[in-house]
């Protein structure tokens, strides 16, 4: 069990132990592709023992910089210096071997390799003979186990372990090489709330015992938590420094560059018939998996239902079988009374299905297709576009001019590859596209990952845009804070199963411990106790800032703490962080 | 990256908004600098395969070049230029191998120091006759018999070109869908069969006979081309592996009908088949002198319709979002298994044509060369020709010019026939290396190197790491 630093520090660590501390600088990196300037003379300071946090959008330049750090990238102009030492990174081993380490993203790990397999891969130690010394690395894993409490079995196949413990073991691979600078890349993207509140332990942790961090990021609510000073890059360049003690408000200003609203202006709903039903859902995935395991829900028209849950859950494979993209699909799925089930995808959509892909660049747009000729993928065979066999591009151009103008997407022309468009620009391509003809049924799966703010504040609205329409709206999200404003009812999905479906309003920390699995009824009754636990060692004034918009069960006095050592809390500013959401 | 959704006011140039040739986002690519040159846009961020096809014959205008580039460089640094250049390199470097194998320049690289312009201008004297001959087989021999002959290279090469034009439409078509049609070959042969029998065996009247005789063809090539189709939707098989053993299959069974009565001629011992009927074999366009038939005429209809196919038809939208993106045509809806069968069968058919090119055009028999290695050019034609309609026809011609004028050249200088393959490989190979092509004249766009990292004398590669 992670050891939580309640009150008191970590446990004094072994000096002869202690890593080693090492000051990182990047000065005026400048990085070119052609003649995008993804980096722009960017000065960065890593002061040793340190957690240091790049702020910024998708697309603002972060994890360039972090490649160029890292060595897989060199830097078209301006130097590294570690130490006051300037020096060149050929690769990744050169970085590593001074000392910088990187967890990813995306976890570069075998899946059916051990940890100790992945944590020695490229490392090897060795036996006389050239063989394979595991031990060796099986050692060193339970040593820097044990110092940080990571809790983690050497000899686990990685794809048996959950998410946040194979982050942990991306975590192990770069202690044990030695690394002195950690650069954590969005580590968050992947986790669920309290997955989250421990990794930023672990960072304390590491910052206690001397290593500095890097952390990439653009959710504030972390930032907040748990950085010494804040870096914000903005297109490429660093616009200032702040302190964690700005406001959200102030941080997502520089992160854009002009004034936010980070809260979206919706009004109630006002939910008719239900006219869409999913009842007994399953799928199975060709490995015979139940991947959706007997869902069932409907949604009224004018109303919006959001299904969240951690990435991986099932809520994929729930949006591709409503669109008939999957083979094995048991139980039905009914819009207006006709089913769905066994339908072409084409007939679905026909029916009136608009569908927004949560991979717009896997499966929501052609690329190499103009901006026109993707507006108009699912119906190019249809009138006016084309008359039998034969298509009309000054029609498609025509519709074109007009969607673009009514999405407002940023391109001089329609006839552009679509594939030069920003990622809000894509997406808005795809909404636009499908929110053109007639809906019956609107589905959205991560509607605005890595897009920017101004798209993401227009693509909230046209959603709730349509719901108004009186379509029933289905959203499916990974970013809480979406899940949170844009919500009228909230669906949580967990290994393929349904949760729960809770109202809008209910707290992040209930809808967090929904996503790992726990009932609804479990979920409030263990958050009221948290909340009460904390009320009463804590300043009682702060229970004003909690979220006012608890839940109904809540009653401080009758459930007094029920865990000895509550989780760090969550920051529980209401609808704050809903910057930048996106993840990759 | 931040774009405000106010109403724009056209006047005043809005600070946070990017041209559009900065506003994309940047994804990692593995170490690729040159991001000019685009063979292809989308993938996904390193999740798709680029796709094969290069991305300036796929769709639409691509991105505005940036600012700083003049028109010139665009000009010279694109896509066609490269082909061209290519084509440029390989003539030079063929060049230089006719030159080592030439008698006179061996001797006067014997003396060489002595006096260097006897060897230069022996190694431009070897170059120049040979391609000279070249031209001169291919397009125009002032020394020819009246207009007539000194024409006859060019219609020679138009013959020739002509089943190269229609079989490698047949591979840049399934190109485009994203299939790799390895089996102009096969298709070919199945075609000449059909086409063969219908006109040695049946006796009709003049335009009934040939017409059928196209036709027989046709199905030939596209059956033998749709059975690939249907594989490769319905169990996945990959249509590479597919079309070469069907390549082999078309052949033997090739061999063995013509040692059936059904096929061979009667009192022959050797495999050949009877000569096709005159009311079956396409008619000469320019009459008797020249061998320039029907078959070109056909080539250049096939071209004009697979370049309206693909552009301007709801089932060439189709291919080509296959052809791009597979799953973002699976989720809008479109019947992925269905375009795959129907382009490999339309494709099989353009080969076909080929097939029938052979038979009714110029050989009029049927052996088992039918298909010469027309099967193989035509992938090469393809690639040339950047799998776009119009490209694959002017590859076509080329390589048309390049069969028909090695045969003089062998005859005027001496030079091997085969110093065209060597050419012909040679573009291939440049072709599949744009970046070396460029590289060689010089265009590529100009990177800054890294400023002083690189340059210390403590640049250590290790880094100063304690």
């Keep these: 069990m992670l050891q939580r630093p309640y009150a008191s520090g970590p446990s004094l660590p072994d000096t002869s132990r202690l890593v080693r501390v090492l000051k990182l600088e990047l000065k005026g990196i400048t990085k070119r592709f052609g003649s995008l300037v993804a980096n722009d003379h960017i000065d960065v300071v890593v002061e040793p023992g340190q957690i240091h946090c790049l702020l910024g959008e998708n697309g603002a330049g972060k994890s360039t910089l972090m490649n160029v750090l890292y060595g897989l990238y060199e830097p078209t102009e301006g130097e590294i210096l570690i130490d006051d030492k300037p020096v060149t990174f050929r690769g990744p081993g050169d970085a590593m071997a001074a000392g910088i380490g990187m967890v990813h993203q995306h976890f570069m790990l075998v899946p059916v390799f051990t940890v100790a397999e992945n944590v020695a891969l490229g490392a090897e130690t060795t036996k006389t003979g050239g063989f394979l010394d595991l031990d060796d690395t099986r050692r060193k894993i339970r040593e820097i186990s044990d110092r940080y409490g990571f809790d983690v079995d050497p000899d686990a196949l990685i794809e048996d372990l959950p998410v946040g413990v194979q982050q942990r073991v991306e975590i192990i691979k770069a202690l044990v090489r030695?690394?002195?600078?950690?650069?954590?890349?969005?580590?968050?993207?992947?986790?669920?709330?309290?997955?989250?509140?421990?990794?930023?332990?672990?960072?304390?942790?590491?910052?206690?015992?001397?290593?500095?961090?890097?952390?990439?990021?653009?959710?504030?609510?972390?930032?907040?938590?748990?950085?010494?000073?804040?870096?914000?890059?903005?297109?490429?360049?660093?616009?200032?420094?702040?302190?964690?003690?700005?406001?959200?408000?102030?941080?997502?200003?520089?992160?854009?560059?002009?004034?936010?609203?980070?809260?979206?202006?919706?009004?109630?709903?006002?939910?008719?018939?239900?006219?869409?039903?999913?009842?007994?859902?399953?799928?199975?995935?060709?490995?015979?998996?139940?991947?959706?395991?007997?869902?069932?829900?409907?949604?009224?028209?004018?109303?919006?239902?959001?299904?969240?849950?951690?990435?991986?859950?099932?809520?994929?494979?729930?949006?591709?079988?409503?669109?008939?993209?999957?083979?094995?699909?048991?139980?039905?799925?009914?819009?207006?009374?006709?089913?769905?089930?066994?339908?072409?995808?084409?007939?679905?959509?026909?029916?009136?299905?608009?569908?927004?892909?949560?991979?717009?660049?896997?499966?929501?747009?052609?690329?190499?297709?103009?901006?026109?000729?993707?507006?108009?993928?699912?119906?190019?065979?249809?009138?006016?576009?084309?008359?039998?066999?034969?298509?009309?591009?000054?029609?498609?151009?025509?519709?074109?001019?007009?969607?673009?103008?009514?999405?407002?997407?940023?391109?001089?022309?329609?006839?552009?590859?679509?594939?030069?468009?920003?990622?809000?620009?894509?997406?808005?391509?795809?909404?636009?596209?499908?929110?053109?003809?007639?809906?019956?049924?609107?589905?959205?799966?991560?509607?605005?990952?890595?897009?920017?703010?101004?798209?993401?504040?227009?693509?909230?609205?046209?959603?709730?845009?349509?719901?108004?329409?009186?379509?029933?709206?289905?959203?499916?999200?990974?970013?809480?804070?979406?899940?949170?404003?844009?919500?009228?009812?909230?669906?949580?999905?967990?290994?393929?199963?349904?949760?729960?479906?809770?109202?809008?309003?209910?707290?992040?920390?209930?809808?967090?411990?929904?996503?790992?699995?726990?009932?609804?009824?479990?979920?409030?009754?263990?958050?009221?106790g948290r909340h009460s636990a904390r009320s009463l060692s804590e300043n009682p004034a702060a229970n004003a800032a909690e979220n006012p918009a608890g839940t109904p069960a809540e009653n401080p006095a009758t459930k007094p703490a029920m865990n000895p050592a509550p989780a760090a809390p969550s920051v529980q500013e209401p609808g704050s962080g809903a910057v930048g959401d996106p993840h990759e | 990256m931040s774009e405000n959704t106010e109403p724009r006011s056209a006047a005043a140039p809005d600070p946070d908004q990017l041209p559009a040739s900065q506003a994309t986002d940047v994804e990692p690519e593995p170490l690729e600098d040159a991001a000019d040159f685009v063979t292809s846009l989308d993938t996904a961020g390193g999740a798709h395969q680029p796709s094969a096809v290069p991305v300036s014959t796929q769709s639409g205008a691509l991105p505005g070049a940036p600012e700083e580039e003049s028109l010139l460089r665009k000009i010279f640094t694109g896509n066609g230029i490269v082909t061209i250049l290519a084509v440029l390199l390989a003539l030079i470097l063929g060049g230089l191998l006719i030159a080592m194998t030439d008698k006179v320049v061996g001797t006067t690289a014997g003396y060489l120091f002595a006096r260097p312009s006897d060897f230069l201008i022996a190694v431009w004297s070897a170059a120049t006759d040979s391609y000279v001959a070249l031209f001169q087989g291919a397009v125009f021999n002032p020394r020819g018999n009246g207009v007539a002959g000194q024409f006859a290279p060019l219609m020679e090469t138009l013959t020739i070109?002509?089943?190269?034009?229609?079989?490698?439409?047949?591979?840049?078509?399934?190109?485009?869908?994203?299939?790799?049609?390895?089996?102009?070959?096969?298709?070919?042969?199945?075609?000449?069969?059909?086409?063969?029998?219908?006109?040695?065996?049946?006796?009709?009247?003049?335009?009934?006979?040939?017409?059928?005789?196209?036709?027989?063809?046709?199905?030939?090539?596209?059956?033998?081309?749709?059975?690939?189709?249907?594989?490769?939707?319905?169990?996945?098989?990959?249509?590479?592996?597919?079309?070469?053993?069907?390549?082999?299959?078309?052949?033997?069974?090739?061999?063995?009908?013509?040692?059936?009565?059904?096929?061979?001629?009667?009192?022959?011992?050797?495999?050949?088949?009877?000569?096709?009927?005159?009311?079956?074999?396409?008619?000469?366009?320019?009459?008797?002198?020249?061998?320039?038939?029907?078959?070109?005429?056909?080539?250049?209809?096939?071209?004009?319709?697979?370049?309206?196919?693909?552009?301007?038809?709801?089932?060439?939208?189709?291919?080509?979002?296959?052809?791009?993106?597979?799953?973002?045509?699976?989720?809008?809806?479109?019947?992925?298994?269905?375009?795959?069968?129907l382009v490999m069968t339309i494709a099989g058919g353009l080969a076909g044509l080929a097939g029938v090119a052979q038979v009714a055009g110029t050989e009029k028999v049927l052996t088992d060369g039918v298909a010469a290695t027309y099967g193989f050019d035509a992938i090469t034609v393809a690639l040339l020709g950047r799998s776009s309609p119009w490209g694959t026809f002017a590859a076509g011609l080329l390589f048309g010019a390049f069969r028909a004028g090695a045969v003089q050249m062998q005859i005027q200088t001496g030079t091997p026939i085969d110093i065209v393959l060597v050419v012909q490989s040679l573009i291939v190979l440049f072709i599949a290396a744009p970046p070396l092509v460029r590289a060689i004249f010089g265009l590529n766009p100009r990177k800054k190197k890294a400023a002083t990292a690189g340059k210390t004398k403590q640049a250590a590669t290790t880094g100063g790491a304690a």
């Design chain 2, 161 to 341: 070109a002509t089943p190269l034009i229609t079989a490698g439409l047949g591979v840049a078509l399934a190109f485009r869908a994203g299939l790799f049609n390895i089996g102009a070959q096969g298709q070919i042969i199945m075609a000449g069969i059909l086409a063969s029998w219908v006109g040695f065996a049946l006796h009709l009247p003049l335009g009934i006979h040939l017409l059928l005789v196209l036709v027989a063809g046709v199905i030939g090539g596209a059956v033998w081309g749709g059975i690939v189709g249907v594989l490769k939707a319905r169990t996945g098989a990959h249509e590479v592996i597919v079309t070469i053993m069907f390549n082999y299959i078309a052949l033997y069974f090739l061999r063995y009908l013509l040692d059936t009565d059904l096929f061979q001629r009667p009192g022959a011992d050797t495999p050949i088949s009877p000569i096709v009927d005159p009311s079956a074999a396409y008619p000469l366009i320019f009459g008797s002198q020249y061998r320039l038939h029907l078959g070109f005429l056909l080539a250049i209809a096939a071209t004009v319709f697979v370049s309206w196919l693909l552009n301007r038809s709801t089932l060439g939208f189709e291919f080509r979002a296959v052809g791009a993106n597979p799953k973002a045509a699976l989720t809008a809806g479109i019947n992925v298994s269905r375009a795959t069968i």
């Design chain 1, 178 to 528: 030695d690394a002195k600078v950690l650069i954590l890349d969005e580590p968050t993207a992947v986790l669920t709330p309290q997955d989250t509140d421990e990794l930023l332990d672990i960072m304390r942790q590491l910052k206690s015992h001397g290593t500095s961090i890097v952390f990439i990021s653009h959710k504030l609510r972390e930032v907040k938590a748990v950085s010494d000073t804040i870096t914000v890059i903005r297109r490429g360049k660093v616009v200032g420094s702040a302190d964690p003690g700005a406001s959200t408000t102030e941080l997502a200003s520089m992160m854009v560059g002009r004034a936010v609203s980070l809260t979206l202006d919706k009004a109630p709903a006002n939910p008719q018939e239900t006219t869409f039903e999913v009842n007994n859902l399953t799928v199975i995935a060709p490995n015979g998996q139940h991947v959706v395991d007997g869902i069932s829900f409907g949604i009224a028209r004018g109303e919006i239902l959001a299904v969240a849950g951690v990435q991986g859950n099932g809520q994929t494979e729930l949006t591709e079988a409503i669109l008939g993209l999957h083979e094995r699909v048991h139980g039905s799925i009914t819009l207006d009374g006709e089913e769905l089930v066994g339908r072409s995808v084409k007939e679905v959509l026909n029916a009136g299905v608009g569908f927004v892909p949560e991979d717009r660049s896997l499966d929501g747009l052609i690329g190499t297709f103009s901006i026109a000729e993707n507006l108009i993928l699912d119906r190019y065979d249809q009138a006016p576009f084309a008359k039998g066999i034969s298509m009309s591009p000054a029609k498609v151009l025509e519709n074109a001019k007009t969607r673009i103008a009514e999405f407002d997407v940023r391109t001089p022309s329609g006839s552009l590859a679509a594939g030069t468009l920003s990622g809000g620009n894509q997406q808005k391509v795809v909404m636009a596209r499908e929110l053109s003809r007639p809906l019956r049924l609107f589905i959205a799966s991560q509607p605005t990952r890595g897009v920017d703010v101004g798209s993401i504040e227009f693509l909230h609205k046209r959603i709730v845009a349509e719901r108004d329409h009186g379509t029933p709206v289905m959203i499916v999200s990974t970013e809480l804070d979406e899940v949170i404003e844009l919500a009228d009812r909230i669906a949580v999905l967990y290994k393929g199963r349904l949760v729960g479906i809770v109202p809008a309003g209910t707290g992040r920390d209930v809808l967090g411990l929904m996503m790992a699995g726990v009932s609804p009824d479990e979920a409030q009754a263990d958050a009221a």
